[in-house]
């Protein structure tokens, strides 16, 4: 009986073992992971990405601080430079030097900053103009807001008149595109534009230059729109027979494209052909030759009331270049004068004298039979029309007189003829070359 109680007992002591050892392994368990969590929290206060996010902080900081220490330093550098040119205009011209200086001693580029930023807030303006058009003032009152957009409505029907006042609200003709380091075209003030587009019509009245100027942009379309140009250029057309364009046309420009005229950057030309009969053949009595023949006439004008004609064979890219100069070298040029009146055009025109100063000829002449053909003056009369579309673009014939002054005093010979509808009418051709350059601006 006693050895069974003994072997009870040690059972029950095993147990109690096995329970103790299990809780210390527990608890060894825990104070592992407690020393491990702290370890990884010490690994990670130490890793080198929480340094560079401090570091990149402390730099962001640092710049910002930067960043506000020169804008303080820009507006200081501003305010001393406005109150230079302040006192510029105002004639303290030493007081100015000295705020200059203090400007540029901090800002050694302050007034190319000055310029730029002026530059983009009109550029922003501009921009919003695109976008909204107009800009109501939140002060007016209801009865003005009426009176203006209707106003607008009104206005907004001429487009020159629209885009004139943007152009004035913006202060500028153009914007620059691109950055660039020379001087743009935007930074010229609207005379001196208008100047240069006198250049562009120049004597020769080159308007369809200016056309082709005023296709770039809103500023150049406004600029080539102004009225002191087409003014010049009517008085230049007509002469003493301008007037005023009220109250048959709208502006000046309507006056010039709408009304009869000569246009003076190109020639008039006129093919001729007819059939001429030959002789008959040595060879067989009944054939006999039949030949087509073709010649040329070309007209120019000039806006002072000269008038170059021409009758030649050849064709017109070679007998342009003889009507080129006022006074031509071709003998063959017959040189005048001419009067627009209404849609009508009355040349007169006389061979050129081709007197030679050769004392061999001269006594040739004196030892031959003197043929006196007389002095010729021919006087031309002609009708401007429209053709296909195009304005003032044909000459038709009307009449045509020759007027024979003889050296022996006999009575001049008149020799007049009505050609309405018997002669090939002229039709105009663009030259480019005669307005190539520009040798004195409109007047």
């Not at 302040?86 to 011209?93: D, I």
């Not at 003014?231 to 027979?241: M, S, T």
């Not at 494209?257 to 009969?277: A, M």
Request: hydrophobic letters at 30%; aromatic letters at 10%; proline letters at 3%.
């Amino acid at each position: 009986m006693s050895n069974v109680g003994g072997t009870s007992n040690d059972s029950d002591d095993g147990g109690d073992d096995q329970e103790a050892s299990s809780f210390l392994k527990d608890q060894n368990v825990e104070d592992a992971l407690t020393s491990f969590r702290e370890q990884w929290q010490r690994e990670l206060e130490i890793s080198p990405k929480r340094d560079i996010s401090k570091t990149h902080s402390t730099r962001s900081v640092s710049t910002e601080v930067s960043k506000d220490d020169s804008q303080s330093i820009e507006n200081k550098a501003k305010n001393l430079f406005l109150k230079g040119v302040e006192h510029e205009q105002s004639g303290k011209l030493y007081e100015a030097i000295q705020f200059y200086k203090r400007a540029v001693q901090l800002v050694p580029d302050i007034e190319f900053r000055l310029y730029e930023s002026t530059k983009i807030k009109s550029r922003e303006r501009f921009e919003s103009d695109d976008n909204l058009g107009s800009i109501d003032n939140d002060t007016h009152n209801a009865d003005d807001n009426d009176k203006d957009e209707e106003e607008d409505a009104e206005d907004e029907s001429d487009l020159s008149v629209k885009l004139s006042r943007i152009v004035n609200r913006n202060q500028c003709v153009c914007f620059r595109k691109f950055e660039q380091s020379t001087t743009h075209i935007s930074a010229l003030p609207m005379e001196i534009i208008l100047y240069i587009l006198r250049w562009v019509v120049s004597s020769e009245l080159d308007l369809r230059s200016l056309e082709m100027f005023s296709r770039v942009c809103r500023g150049f379309y406004i600029s080539a729109r102004d009225p002191e140009i087409w003014r010049l250029a009517c008085i230049k057309v007509w002469g003493v027979n301008c007037g005023t364009y009220e109250p048959k046309y709208q502006s000046w420009r309507d006056m010039y494209v709408q009304r009869p005229r000569l246009r003076y950057n190109g020639c008039y030309i006129s093919k001729t052909s007819y059939i001429r009969h030959g002789e008959n053949s040595f060879q067989d009595q009944f054939y006999k030759h039949w030949h087509l023949v073709e010649y040329f006439r070309y007209l120019r004008f000039f806006p002072e009331g000269r008038v170059l004609m021409l009758t030649s064979t050849d064709e017109a890219q070679t007998s342009v270049n003889s009507l080129k100069n006022r006074i031509p070298r071709n003998s063959s040029v017959l040189i005048g004068h001419y009067r627009l009146c209404d849609n009508f055009v009355t040349l007169v025109l006389k061979r050129q004298d081709t007197k030679g100063n050769n004392n061999t000829c001269r006594r040739r002449r004196q030892r031959e039979t003197v043929h006196d053909s007389g002095e010729q003056t021919f006087h031309v009369e002609f009708e401007i029309q429209n053709h296909h579309r195009r304005i003032n673009s044909q000459l038709s014939w009307l009449r045509y007189n020759i007027f024979t002054r003889y050296r022996n005093g006999q009575e001049p010979c008149v020799n007049t003829m009505n050609l309405s509808g018997r002669y090939p009418p002229f039709r105009f051709s663009r030259v480019k070359s005669y307005t190539q350059e520009s040798e004195a601006p409109l007047q």
